[in-house]
């Protein structure tokens, strides 16, 4: 049976989406398909923003129009019908899921002070599970217990099944004495504190509330949060000294030398990164300020309205930020609040949502993350330029996945990161040019190198190069992995690696492995990134490796040796070659599951392994498969990726002491958060 929860509350303005979305989350690193059902939804302000935030989600594939039930008005008009069309139209999207997050109604008003009551009969009428979330703004624990009390009744007079609480919202030195009153409950209860962030507005919802226009700077950075509204209604000097990081100014737009201070302000090392401007009155800067401004190579944005300072004023004060509509950052945020104060494994249990025997790619992320997290390492980034590193960055260090240093100019890299609305206060940004590591990293490179001739001179000059400086402080213990490759080559990243870290004791080469999660399992290829035509006794160099790194993620290795026949059926160079390196597997790892030589079909279908390889243990069953070289493991995992629609994760080097990886040019920002937390699981098994 699908299992479904109700996430209500008997008052608006509570977070609960926050709380909807940690559980999507919880849910897709148990199950296969997730769903979402908005029941009562609002039908005069276009899509429902809640519900298009949990859609947006990797683990939901359904349709806006699937997940919603009926309007406030229906609700109005007929509630019996009302409740009748919901129940149809969610037994339609309970048929395609596992599990189903509904998300109750928002007290707009329009239904009546039975609001909670009317939730409560559609939780029942679903047979959901209810997670009840309150307020704590500006309340007492007394007062919230209280309210949780009184809503629990409500809930239970109509049959509901309340399974957890949740307070959101509270300051955070006031936590433990929220969860005090909160601790007899008969169910689990948890509090959220409260971020000021979450419910910051957008400069774009800014410039919608008082219906301005953009006219100069990036569009881009419309989506960064507005954490502050000052009102620039003082001399320049004082607004100076009221300004701060994320903070949106309004100021009167024919004030032309405080905009001009403001963009001014916003481009100096020495005082806050703005958010952006809002000119009020209808007026725009003089064409004098406008060259100044655009002299001065900015891109804070600046929004234009006709309205006055007062009633623009109002109506940003009143405009409260969406999490759906929020940036990244945001996101990022509402994540890490949800898992660092709800014990998830306790709120799955409460819920009962049985385990999946499946995995999926995001049950494969997921895990990753978490394993990452458990014993957090240092990694360095060499590529602090990159606007996908710093997004990935932030979304890391958010989620508290692994310390992080970043190569490049500190000022720079923070002031782009400010731009963006990213938080990078926990990262350490080095330059390449620091003298005294500088000066260390060349005496250490050319004592490993003076074999070949190198000099301290001729390295002072070679460590300056960030896949070198980053190699180089995973070599001496200032880091514990590195991960590049965004902007440079696959040769660039890990050639120092090579000269430097060398490879473990026992392996003779350095490979890599995919992991191709497909819809359901997790599979390894190796080597299909760094050795174009391996010798047999590489080939069972990569086939051990790659076992070894199955097993330390999770995937039991059952190792296919790949060519283009089976068993003895073939002769020829390339057929003894994967025989050879079959065999070499077997005697130096015997307590290895392995078979070769054997073709794709042989290895993972077992009606085909029934008649191409009767008897072998293997076969059919396989999990780690090793090409027979390049251009074979190449093509093919890139066929699966992009025939099958796998989700390729990788490459991941491996036989290195310590962890290096590459990245594709072409990487995502979700791409290079995996990437860094397998860097981290790796070095959490490296030798110290």
Not at 207 to 213: D, F, I, L, R, Y
Request: aromatic share 4%; net charge negative.
């Amino acid at each position: 049976m699908t299992t479904s929860v109700y996430v209500t509350s008997p008052e608006g303005h509570t977070g609960k989406s926050s709380v909807a979305l940690g559980l999507v989350e919880l849910f897709a690193r148990r199950v296969q398909r997730v769903g979402v059902f908005r029941p009562v939804a609002r039908a005069d302000e276009g899509r429902d923003s809640v519900l298009t935030l949990l859609l947006a989600h990797d683990g939901v594939d359904l349709t806006y129009d699937e997940c919603v039930g009926v309007t406030y008005e229906d609700v109005h008009a007929d509630p019996e019908a009302a409740l009748g069309t919901i129940i149809r139209k969610y037994r339609e999207v309970e048929r395609q899921c596992e599990v189903v997050v509904i998300v109750g109604s928002d007290y707009t008003d329009v239904a009546g002070p039975t609001e909670l009551a009317f939730n409560a009969r559609i939780a029942a009428n679903l047979g959901s599970a209810v997670v009840l979330v309150t307020s704590a703004v500006r309340r007492t624990p007394e007062d919230v217990r209280q309210m949780v009390d009184v809503s629990m009744a409500e809930l239970a007079a109509a049959h509901a099944r309340v399974v957890a609480v949740v307070a959101n919202r509270a300051q955070e030195d006031e936590r433990e004495r929220f969860l005090a009153a909160l601790s007899d409950l008969p169910v689990p209860a948890w509090v959220m504190p409260d971020v000021p962030l979450l419910s910051a507005p957008s400069v774009r919802e800014l410039m919608v509330a008082v219906e301005g226009t953009l006219t100069g700077g990036d569009d881009e950075l419309l989506d960064r949060e507005a954490e502050e509204v000052i009102v620039g209604g003082m001399t320049m000097e004082h607004i100076l000294d009221a300004l701060t990081d994320g903070a949106v100014v309004i100021v009167p737009g024919d004030r032309s030398e405080v905009v001009l201070a403001m963009v001014a302000a916003h481009a100096a090392e020495s005082f806050p990164s703005l958010s952006g401007l809002i000119l009020n009155g209808g007026f725009t800067p003089t064409d004098q300020i406008s060259r100044l401004v655009a002299g001065l190579n900015q891109r804070l944005p600046m929004v234009s309205t006709t309205f006055g300072t007062f009633k623009t004023a109002r109506l940003a004060a009143e405009t409260r930020g969406m999490l759906s509509t929020g940036s990244q950052r945001k996101l990022d945020v509402a994540r890490s609040v949800f898992e660092s104060s709800v014990d998830g494994e306790r709120l799955l249990d409460a819920v009962d949502v049985p385990r999946s025997e499946v995995v999926t790619p995001l049950m494969f992320e997921y895990d990753l993350i978490e394993r990452a997290r458990s014993m957090r390492k240092h990694i360095v980034l060499p590529e602090g330029s990159d606007d996908r590193i710093l997004r990935a960055a932030s979304t890391l260090l958010t989620r508290d996945v692994a310390a992080l240093t970043l190569l490049g100019d500190e000022t720079s890299i923070r002031a782009r990161a400010s731009e963006l609305g990213l938080n990078l206060g926990a990262a350490t940004i080095l330059s390449t040019k620091d003298g005294e590591l500088r000066q260390r990293f060349a005496e250490e490179y050319a004592g490993l190198r003076a074999g070949k001739g190198m000099t301290v001179e001729r390295a002072r000059e070679i460590v300056v190069d960030v896949s070198y400086f980053g190699t180089l402080m995973v070599h001496l213990g200032l880091a514990d992995g590195m991960v590049s490759g965004a902007q440079h080559t696959t040769a660039h990243t890990i050639k120092p690696s090579f000269e430097i870290i060398k490879t473990m004791p026992g392996v003779s080469i350095v490979s890599s492995v995919f992991f191709m999660c497909l819809e359901d399992r997790v599979l390894v290829y190796g080597d299909c990134a760094v050795n174009p035509d391996p010798t047999a006794e590489q080939l069972a160099d990569i086939a051990i490796s790659s076992a070894a790194t199955a097993a330390q993620f999770g995937v039991s290795p059952r190792v296919a040796m790949l060519s283009y026949s089976s068993g003895e059926s073939g002769t020829g160079a390339d057929v003894d070659k994967v025989r050879t390196a079959t065999e070499l597997v077997r005697s130096r790892r015997s307590d290895l599951v392995v078979e070769g030589p054997i073709q794709y079909d042989a290895a993972v279908d077992a009606s085909v392994a029934r008649t191409k390889m009767p008897g072998s243990e293997m076969a059919g069953r396989a999990t780690v498969f090793i090409f027979p070289d390049l251009n074979t493991g190449n093509n093919t995992y890139k066929a699966v990726q992009r025939s099958a629609g796998a989700v390729a994760v990788g490459p991941v080097l491996q036989g290195l002491r310590k962890p290096v990886n590459d990245l594709s040019r072409g990487a995502l920002v979700q791409d290079i958060v995996n990437t860094v937390a397998i860097t981290a699981i790796q070095a959490q098994g490296a030798p110290q």
